[in-house]
């Protein structure tokens, strides 16, 4: 079976740094695209970051600069280094997956087969 686990949430302060990770288990995240995805209270699941085979990322425009998505394939787990953290970015993070997607439907939560259970990320301010 596909499944994906997300940890690494909690409570920080705003300016701190939190990590993010997702193991895989049933495939290998070397060959697939790794995503994160965000859900405030009252928002719709946002884009955060996306990760190509190859290492291409992109990131939305609220968090450049700021939150870097790597992976580690020995471990078979994509992460979410997220620094400078701000009171706006409190959400509960996903982590997401499919074999293929293009840049103009990255953003696109319909495009991803596969999702993790969700972590929470509360920054006080």
């Known amino acids: 079976q596909v499944q994906l686990v997300e940890s690494g949430g909690g409570l920080v302060q705003a300016g701190g740094s939190l990590r993010l990770s997702c193991a895989a288990s049933?495939?290998?995240?070397?060959?697939?695209?790794g995503a994160w995805f965000r859900q405030a209270p009252g928002k719709e699941r946002e884009f955060v970051a996306v990760?190509?085979?190859?290492?291409?990322?992109y990131y939305a425009d609220s968090v450049k600069g700021r939150f870097t998505i790597s992976r580690d394939n020995a471990k078979n787990t994509v992460y979410l280094q997220m620094n400078s953290l701000k009171p706006e970015d409190t959400a509960v993070y996903y982590c997401?997956?499919?074999?293929?997607?293009?840049?103009?439907?990255?953003?696109?939560?319909?495009?991803?087969?596969?999702w993790g259970q969700g972590t929470q990320v509360t920054v006080s301010s």
């Open positions: 990760l190509w085979p190859g290492s291409l990322t």
């Open positions: 997401a997956s499919t074999s293929m997607i293009t840049i103009a439907r990255m953003r696109m939560t319909t495009e991803y087969n596969y």
């Open positions: 049933g495939r290998t995240f070397s060959t697939y695209v």
